[in-house]
C-alpha cells in the first residue's frame, strides 16, 4: 500500500507540475491579443505587449503624409500635464484625462460620447504628487476598462456602460503614495505600480486579479527577500560577468539600518510582458531621499530592472542601472521586447534607455548584460559601464555624494529628468532599430540633510536645470538607435525635450510631439527629413497613436503642456529651482504655448 500511495502521490505531483505549467503556454490575455492583432485598433498604451509601438498601418505614408489634416478634436476639459493616449477598440476610443482622471467612451462613427465616468477625488491628492497631475492612460480586457486613479483606487468599469465593476485601493495618499502609471492586463492579472519616490514611500509592483479585483501578488522593489518576492538562490544577477544568485539578504544588506522602509524604488513607469517566457518586465526608481549622504550603500532594488513571473510575482532577474544613485537618475522608463542581432547573434532582446543616460541591451531570458552605452554623447557623470560588474564608472567632480551635502555639483549630464523620462522610444521591426524621444539637459545639484515626516516631500536636494553646454543650443533630440551595436545612428534636434511618445508605422513614418506643440512626422529611414508638422493647441507630452476607423487611417495625440518639463506653467510656479529645477530650465516655454487639454485627430483628406 505504501509503494501504491508513493506511486500515487508521485503521479499527482507531476500533473499539478503540469497542470501549473500550462498557463505559460496558453495565453497572455485571449481578448488582449486579439484586439492587438487588429492593427485598426490601437489596444494597449504601447499597441501591443513588447511596447514596441509599432502599427502595421500603411495608408498614410512617406508619400501622403505632407497632406494630412485635422480630421477632429475633442476637450478633455482639463487643463495640467497630457501624457498616454486613447484607447482603440472595434469602433470605440476610450479616452482619459489628467486628475480628476475623467474617463470618456466616444463613439468613431460620428463622436458621440457614449459615456462619461468623472471619480470624486479629495483635491488634497494633488499637493502629494510631485511633478503635476499626470496620468498615463487606460487598459482595455474582456469588457472592462481599467483606471488607475491618482488617490491608488484602481477601478475596473464596464466597456459600454461606464458603470464602476470593482475598485480597489492600492496605497495611500495621505502618505504620498499616489499613481500616475497606467495599468497593463498581463494573463488574468491587471499589474500596477506606485508614485511617490519624492515621498520616501517604499515602492512595489501589484498584481490585481482582473475578474474581482481581488490582490494576487505584490512585489517590493526594496527590503527582506520574502516581500520582494526575491528567492535568494533562484533570483539571478549579472555579477563578475555572469549570472549568479542574488544570495540572502540582497537588498537589506545594501541600506543603513531602517532607511529601506522609506527607501522610494517607486514604479510608475510602463510595464511589458513576454508569453512565452510567463515574464512581465518594469524598473524600479530613485532610492529616498535625494541626499545620498543619508543612505550610504547601492540601496537595492532602487533603479533596477525586474524580470517576474506574471503568476506568481517572484523575480527570475533583477540588473541595477545605478547603484548608489546620488542624481535622481530614476529607473522607470519602458523596457522594449525585441528579438534583434545583437553583435551579430540573434537576441531575444530587453531593450531600455534609462534615465542616466545609458541605454542597456540584456537578454531578456537570463538578464545577462550585453550592451550598455550612451545614447547623448553629453552624458558625463560616468565615463561607461564597467561590463564585467555591470557598475557605471563614476566621474568623482561630478559625484554628489563624494562632493557632500550642501556643496553645489556643477555640470552634470543629464539633469534628474534624465537623458529620458517616461516619454516612451518605439522600435520598428523593418529598420531594426529603436525612435527615442530625448532630453539634452544638464543640472547643478545640491544635496542637504532632509528628515521624513509621513506624508511630506522627503527630497533633500536643491537643482537648476539648463540645455547641454557646447552643443546646439536647445534641450532635446529626436534620435534612431542600434541596440545591437550601442551606437546612435542619426540626431535630430530639437528646440525644447521631446517630452512626447513616438511612434512608428509600416507606412515608412516615426511621429512625435514637442513641448512647443507641434506633431512632426519624418522619415523613418531618414529622421532629418520632416515630412509633417502641425501646431496643435497646447505642448505635447502625451503620445501619438493611430487607428482605423471605416477604412480611413487616423493618427491622433494628446497636447495639454505639463508633466515634470512643463510644471512651472501647469502648476502656476515661478522660482528657477521650484518644481525641482524645472522652472528655470524652461522658463522659455511659456513663449512657445499655452495650457490646454485637447486630443487632436488628423487623416488624409476625402
Known amino acids: ?79 495640467r500635464g497630457h501624457e498616454g493616449s486613447p484607447l482603440v477598440i472595434d469602433g470605440t476610443m476610450y479616452l482619459h484625462s489628467p486628475f480628476p482622471n475623467k474617463v470618456f467612451a466616444i463613439n468613431l462613427d460620428n463622436q458621440k460620447i457614449l459615456w462619461k465616468y468623472e471619480p470624486k477625488q479629495d483635491p488634497a491628492v494633488i499637493p502629494q504628487m510631485c511633478c503635476d497631475t499626470v496620468y498615463r492612460g487606460l487598459a482595455y480586457a474582456e469588457g472592462k476598462v481599467l483606471l488607475q486613479q491618482a488617490d491608488s483606487n484602481l477601478v475596473a468599469l464596464d466597456a459600454k456602460t461606464g458603470k464602476v465593476v470593482w475598485t480597489v485601493k492600492n496605497g495611500d495618499p495621505k502618505l504620498g503614495a499616489v499613481n500616475t502609471n497606467a495599468p497593463h492586463v498581463f494573463k488574468d492579472k491587471v499589474i500596477t505600480g506606485i508614485s511617490g519616490g519624492e515621498w520616501g514611500v517604499r515602492g512595489f ?22 516581500e520582494m ?71 537595492k532594488w532602487s533603479m533596477t530592472i525586474f524580470a517576474r513571473d506574471v503568476d506568481t510575482g517572484m523575480a527570475k532577474w533583477v540588473y541595477q542601472m545605478t547603484p548608489f544613485d546620488e542624481w535622481d537618475f530614476d529607473g522607470v522608463n519602458e523596457m522594449i521586447l525585441a528579438d534583434i542581432d545583437v553583435k551579430g547573434k540573434p537576441t531575444k532582446a530587453l531593450v531600455h534607455f534609462d534615465r542616466n543616460g545609458f541605454a542597456y541591451t540584456m537578454d531578456r531570458v537570463t538578464g545577462a548584460l550585453l550592451v550598455a552605452e550612451k545614447y547623448d554623447p553629453k552624458v558625463n557623470w560616468a565615463t561607461n559601464v564597467d561590463m ?29 529628468l534624465g537623458s529620458k523620462d517616461q516619454q516612451p522610444a518605439s522600435f520598428d521591426p523593418e529598420t531594426k532599430l529603436f525612435y527615442v524621444p530625448t532630453n539634452h539637459v544638464c543640472m547643478d545639484y545640491e544635496p542637504f540633510k532632509v528628515e521624513y515626516t509621513a506624508g511630506q516631500p522627503y527630497v533633500g536636494a536643491t537643482l537648476s536645470m539648463y540645455p547641454a553646454p557646447g552643443s546646439h543650443g536647445g534641450m532635446g533630440n529626436f534620435i534612431t538607435y542600434n541596440a545591437g551595436t550601442g551606437k546612435i545612428v542619426q ?24 513641448l512647443e506643440g507641434y506633431l512632426k512626422c519624418v522619415d523613418k529611414k531618414n529622421i532629418n ?37 512643463g510644471i512651472g506653467m501647469a502648476a502656476g510656479l515661478e522660482k528657477d529651482q521650484d518644481g525641482l529645477g524645472a522652472v528655470g530650465g524652461y522658463r522659455e516655454l511659456n513663449q512657445y504655448t499655452e495650457l490646454g487639454g485637447s486630443l487632436t485627430v488628423f487623416a488624409l483628406p476625402n
Not at 239 to 253: E, F, I, R, Y
Not at 397 to 409: C, I, L
Request: net charge positive; proline share 4%; aromatic share 12%.
Open 229 to 299: 518576492l526575491i528567492d535568494p538562490q533562484k533570483t539571478m544577477t549579472w555579477t563578475d560577468g555572469k549570472m549568479a544568485p542574488v544570495g540572502a539578504d540582497s537588498s537589506l544588506k545594501t541600506w543603513k539600518g531602517d532607511q529601506w522602509k522609506i527607501g522610494g524604488g517607486t514604479t510608475w513607469g510602463w510595464y511589458s510582458y513576454d508569453k512565452a517566457l510567463n515574464l512581465m518586465y518594469y524598473g524600479t526608481g530613485n532610492p529616498s531621499t535625494w541626499n545620498p549622504s543619508q543612505r550610504p550603500g547601492d540601496n
Open 1 to 79: 500500500m505504501r509503494f501504491s500511495g508513493h506511486l500515487l502521490g508521485r503521479t499527482w505531483r507531476l500533473l499539478a507540475a503540469a497542470l501549473l505549467a500550462v498557463p505559460a503556454l496558453a495565453h497572455a490575455n485571449a481578448d488582449v491579443e486579439k484586439n492587438i492583432a487588429n492593427s485598426k485598433n490601437w489596444a494597449m498604451q504601447a499597441g501591443d505587449m513588447y511596447n514596441q509601438r509599432y502599427s502595421k498601418l500603411k495608408q498614410i505614408n512617406t508619400g501622403n503624409v505632407g497632406k494630412m489634416q485635422v480630421a477632429w478634436m475633442f476637450s478633455t476639459g482639463v487643463l
Open 529 to 565: 527629413k520632416e515630412l509633417f508638422k502641425f501646431k496643435t493647441p497646447s505642448g505635447i507630452i502625451g503620445n501619438v497613436f493611430t487607428y482605423e476607423h471605416k477604412g480611413k487611417q487616423y493618427i491622433g495625440v494628446f497636447s495639454g503642456i505639463g508633466g515634470w518639463a
Open 491 to 514: 540626431s535630430h534636434s530639437e528646440k525644447f525635450s521631446v517630452w512626447s511618445g513616438s511612434l512608428n508605422t509600416a507606412g515608412g513614418l516615426s511621429c512625435y510631439g514637442t
Open 205 to 226: 509592483i501589484a498584481a490585481y486579479n482582473l475578474s474581482d479585483g481581488k490582490l494576487a501578488w505584490k512585489g517590493y522593489s526594496v527590503g527582506p527577500d520574502a
Open 388 to 416: 564585467k560588474t555591470g557598475r557605471p564608472q563614476v566621474v568623482a567632480k561630478y559625484s554628489t555624494a563624494q562632493n557632500g551635502p550642501d556643496v553645489n555639483s556643477k555640470g552634470i549630464c543629464p539633469a534628474a
